[in-house]
């Protein structure tokens, strides 16, 4: 009884450690190396060319198209101020990172759960690298936000469509794959739709009458996005002659990228480059973490806990974009799938199991506390390998 209440104290104040925990990382892992990959040179090239990127040096040997110009066109402004690339996408890491922690918290919108989000292994790793998910991150926030509150009729028709067309945009100005995303407010529309003729009585459409005429809200951004991906997609052919770049099949990892649709859900997970001991660990992690995301899942909608539409689209948008990427990684030129590649599944499950954990009757501070607990030891993980570097630093 008395461990119980240790742990159901309110660490409330605790949750505003980890922003610091986050940055701390990031500029730690700057003092290292520039986290400049081969895309993050792309996108650099790309900036330093635009508006001709058919200029760029491996023009030639590989379509600038294949690359969205929204990165490199955000570094582009950002360096006519500062002068330097390298500064630039560190500024846009930084800038993301403030907006998320203070966008949260400002709108009070499940900012624990997101706060120790950005502690997690597979979020932490991202931000220091010049790479679009820098961007994508709160972008995907937003649209969780925008759906929260428009399927708790806090928001009005028309803004939720601004505000999500607008949104979309900018993800796919980004990241060609964001396109899919529009296959889960697809699937979730249809779904909205048929739940109005549910005389079978089928208990997912029963879940979902209530919110069954705003299938036609959905249907409209879904269109308008995809006309405007098709638009900006011909653009780049009539520009560079490719749609999207040379997408030729390459030899494809399937083992690796099986095991990476599982290994994204490991908070703790940070690197995938073996199948040593610590992998197996790693896995055991990963499934204990599947299964405890199936029975939140099967909790939440057996009980039909508030919001189960938002948690049903958060689902099938997550589920849908799995897909269609295992499609795309099978039949186009990409890398292993990885984090960067499963981003929208990774968080539009963990977006899913907050809301369905944050209308549990028994919710108390055990639950945020388990949240911070996570978060932190996904912060030690991380740090433990940097240990000489801090020392080094320090004069130690």
Same mark, same amino acid.
């Not at 928001?155 to 945009?169: E, H, K, Q, V």
């Not at 100005?173 to 296959?183: A, C, P, R, T």
């Not at 639950?367 to 996904?378: C, D, E, G, K, R």
């Given at each position: 009884?008395?461990?119980?209440?240790?742990?159901?104290?309110?660490?409330?104040?605790?949750?505003?450690?980890?922003?610091?925990?986050?940055?701390?990382?990031?500029?730690?892992?700057?003092?290292?190396?520039?986290?400049?990959?081969?895309?993050?040179?792309?996108?650099?090239?790309?900036?330093?060319?635009?508006?001709?990127?058919?200029?760029?040096?491996?023009?030639?040997?590989?379509?600038?198209?294949?690359?969205?110009?929204?990165?490199?066109?955000?570094?582009?402004?950002?360096?006519?101020?500062?002068?330097?690339?390298?500064?630039?996408?560190?500024?846009?890491?930084?800038?993301?990172?403030?907006?998320?922690?203070?966008?949260?918290?400002?709108?009070?919108?499940?900012?624990?759960?997101?706060?120790?989000?950005?502690?997690?292994?597979?979020?932490?790793?991202?931000?220091?690298?010049?790479?679009?998910?820098?961007?994508? *991150?709160?972008?995907?926030?937003?649209?969780?936000?925008?759906?929260?509150?428009?399927?708790?009729?806090?928001?009005?028709?028309?803004?939720?469509?601004?505000?999500?067309?607008?949104?979309?945009?900018?993800?796919?100005?980004?990241?060609?794959?964001?396109?899919?995303? *529009?296959?889960?407010?697809?699937?979730?529309?249809?779904?909205?739709?048929?739940?109005?003729?549910?005389?079978?009585?089928?208990?997912?459409?029963?879940?979902?009458?209530?919110?069954?005429?705003?299938?036609?809200?959905?249907?409209?951004?879904?269109?308008?996005?995809?006309?405007?991906?098709?638009?900006?997609?011909?653009?780049?052919?009539?520009?560079?002659?490719?749609?999207?770049?040379?997408?030729?099949?390459?030899?494809?990892?399937?083992?690796?990228?099986?095991?990476? *649709?599982?290994?994204?859900?490991?908070?703790?997970?940070?690197?995938?480059?073996?199948?040593?001991?610590?992998?197996?660990?790693?896995?055991?992690?990963?499934?204990?973490?599947?299964?405890?995301?199936?029975?939140?899942?099967?909790?939440?909608?057996?009980?039909?806990?508030?919001?189960?539409?938002?948690?049903?689209?958060?689902?099938?948008?997550?589920?849908?974009?799995?897909?269609?990427?295992?499609?795309?990684?099978?039949?186009?030129?990409?890398?292993?799938?990885?984090?960067?590649?499963?981003?929208?599944?990774?968080?539009?499950?963990?977006?899913?199991?907050?809301?369905?954990?944050?209308?549990?009757?028994?919710?108390?501070?055990?639950?945020?506390?388990?949240?911070?607990?996570?978060?932190?030891?996904?912060?030690?993980?991380?740090?433990?390998?940097?240990?000489?570097?801090?020392?080094?630093?320090?004069?130690?």
């Amino acid at each position: 009884m008395k461990l119980h209440r240790i742990f159901n104290l309110d660490l409330t104040r605790l949750f505003y450690l980890l922003p610091i925990m986050v940055f701390a990382n990031l500029f730690l892992c700057w003092t290292t190396k520039s986290f400049l990959t081969w895309d993050s040179m792309r996108y650099i090239e790309l900036a330093k060319t635009f508006p001709d990127i058919n200029q760029v040096p491996w023009a030639n040997q590989w379509s600038a198209s294949i690359f969205p110009i929204g990165f490199p066109i955000i570094l582009k402004a950002l360096t006519f101020f500062t002068g330097d690339f390298l500064l630039s996408y560190r500024i846009l890491s930084i800038t993301s990172l403030l907006f998320v922690f203070i966008f949260v918290k400002y709108k009070n919108f499940f900012w624990r759960e997101i706060w120790a989000l950005m502690c997690f292994g597979n979020l932490l790793q991202l931000f220091p690298y010049a790479w679009t998910e820098v961007i994508f *991150v709160p972008i995907l926030i937003l649209l969780f936000y925008c759906n929260y509150q428009f399927l708790s009729n806090k928001l009005t028709n028309n803004r939720f469509i601004i505000y999500n067309i607008s949104l979309f945009f900018i993800a796919i100005l980004i990241k060609y794959s964001s396109l899919f995303l *529009v296959g889960g407010y697809l699937v979730f529309a249809s779904i909205l739709y048929l739940s109005r003729y549910n005389k079978h009585k089928i208990a997912m459409l029963s879940m979902l009458q209530n919110e069954a005429s705003k299938y036609k809200i959905y249907l409209i951004v879904s269109i308008i996005a995809i006309i405007f991906f098709l638009s900006y997609t011909y653009f780049n052919y009539c520009y560079t002659g490719y749609f999207m770049g040379n997408r030729d099949p390459s030899k494809c990892h399937y083992k690796l990228s099986l095991f990476n *649709v599982l290994f994204t859900l490991n908070p703790f997970n940070f690197r995938l480059s073996n199948y040593g001991r610590l992998n197996n660990y790693m896995l055991l992690i990963s499934f204990v973490a599947m299964c405890f995301y199936i029975s939140i899942f099967y909790r939440g909608i057996k009980k039909q806990v508030k919001n189960i539409p938002l948690v049903i689209l958060l689902l099938l948008s997550s589920f849908v974009f799995l897909i269609l990427s295992i499609y795309s990684y099978l039949t186009t030129a990409l890398d292993i799938l990885g984090v960067r590649l499963l981003l929208v599944y990774y968080l539009f499950l963990y977006f899913a199991v907050i809301v369905i954990v944050d209308n549990t009757k028994n919710r108390s501070n055990l639950t945020y506390n388990a949240f911070l607990f996570v978060a932190v030891i996904s912060f030690i993980v991380r740090f433990s390998d940097k240990v000489p570097i801090i020392c080094k630093i320090i004069g130690l």
